[in-house]
């Protein structure tokens, strides 16, 4: 290991008492046309090749986090993505390959799409992560974003492009609410039986040697606690994470409704369990980030990554965490400017010193006690997306103390 990285992870170790920082990547291919102008990203298609190097590069990154001294490092799981925006399909099985070859760095996907998952087999794939890791698989869970990969693989999304946005919506809150409860009972209670509207385990009637089933055992369960954490994406999702005692995640929020949103958890998790939160306690702050030597660099690198994870996500309504003119919040599908982004810290971008600043500020907002760090963007080399994570874990964070 290398003595810079000795020390950033003697400093990330004395810190992570009031803060644990991870890393979170898209897993793109690399791209040397990203940007605002064409193609258009629906016109991107790459080869195999191409994805199954980003696939290689993500893994190394993997590796590169824990020796940088980061507390965790997160994937996202996307499916049919010929244009390269997100090539990892199944992050579990990736995580089972970066724990091999690691031995401290926790491991979450942001997020495994559950109304696409048959929830027992997540619960198998999930429990066997985290035995075999020794404890470090994080359970992130989301309900999806692109119809193209939901519909194939049975459910819907409530997307912003989606005409049957609201039927959509609720079908797959409920495959997801089923699911979730399947999940966790599997995962730990001995045995288990769930006979809901969506999902009936087990089925009536199976013979079993004489007999029929009631009841089942996963195989294997947790041998170690785990962290059930959810992306904050609208209203119903606010009041139900906390109810449910998981982890919030919230990304692309204005200060203001940052505020707004992280305060309404904390009432709404007191309310139902009787027990108030330390102020950054079971919530996790996402920050886009480009560190350069000086602002005007980092403004100048940052700005083709940003307006192709725009020009890819904007039409999915992403951006509905934006202040719009009027002070609430930006119409969907908004497809904003890096200025923008920016101006509402959204995105920061800076020197060193800079993103200390940045990061602090957020820090003294709303008390983060979980920073998850976003340090490549869309069409970055890995190479790029490698040293971002390295100036940010030994230049930057270190200005934190």
């Known amino acids: 290991m290398r003595d810079a990285a000795g020390k950033v992870v003697a400093y990330l170790g004395a810190c992570l008492v009031t803060m644990r ?15 605002g102008g064409p193609p258009a990203s629906t016109d991107r298609r790459y080869d195999n090749d191409a994805v199954w ?47 091999e070859r690691t031995e401290r760095i926790r491991l979450g996907m942001a997020f495994n799409i559950i ?18 890791s ?20 049975g459910t819907q999304i409530g997307s912003f ?12 809150r409920q495959q997801f609410d089923e699911a979730m409860q399947v999940i966790q009972m599997a995962l730990d209670q001995e045995t288990f039986a769930f006979h809901g509207e ?55 929020n204005h200060p203001t409704f940052l505020t707004e949103r992280w305060s309404r958890f904390a009432e709404v998790y007191e309310e139902a369990h009787g027990r108030a939160l330390a102020r950054g306690e079971k919530r996790m702050l996402v920050l886009c980030t480009r560190v350069e030597d000086t602002r005007e660099q980092a403004v100048e690198k940052l700005r083709p990554g940003h307006d192709e994870f725009w020009k890819f996500l904007g039409p999915y ?53 979980d920073l998850l760090l976003f340090p490549g963007m869309p069409g970055d080399s890995y190479d ?16 934190l103390s």
């Open 198 to 252: 969506v999902y009936d385990f087990p089925p009536p009637g199976i013979p079993d040697r004489g007999g029929t089933v009631k009841e089942l055992t996963l195989v294997p369960r947790p041998r170690y606690p785990y962290e059930t954490w959810q992306a904050i994406t609208s209203p119903p999702t606010l009041e139900q994470v906390p109810r449910r005692g998981w982890g919030g995640v919230f990304w692309n």
């Open 115 to 132: 109304p696409q998952w048959n929830p027992l087999r997540f619960a198998e794939d999930f429990a066997t992560l985290h035995n075999i």
């Open 317 to 369: 309504g992403w951006s509905k965490g934006y202040m719009g003119a009027d002070g609430r919040p930006a119409p969907a599908g908004l497809v904003p400017t890096l200025e923008e982004s920016l101006d509402q810290r959204i995105f920061l971008a800076g020197s060193p010193a800079d993103m200390a600043d940045s990061i602090g500020w957020y820090r003294d907002l709303v008390g983060v006690e």
């Open 134 to 153: 020794g404890g470090r698989a994080i359970l992130g869970v989301g309900r999806g974003t692109v119809p193209r990969e939901a519909e194939t693989l």
């Open 21 to 35: 920082v991870g890393t979170f990547l898209f897993g793109g291919v690399e791209m040397d046309d990203a940007g």
């Open 53 to 99: 190097q980003a696939t290689e590069r993500l893994v190394d990154a993997g590796v590169t986090a824990e020796r940088l001294g980061y507390d965790s490092y997160w994937l996202t799981e996307h499916h049919f993505q010929h244009e390269g925006y997100e090539v990892v399909p199944n992050g579990l099985m990736l995580g089972a390959v970066i724990a």
């Open 161 to 172: 492009d989606n005409p049957s946005q609201v039927k959509a919506d609720d079908l797959n």
């Open 384 to 399: 790029v997306v490698e040293e971002q994570m390295a100036r940010l874990a030994e230049e930057v964070l270190p200005l």
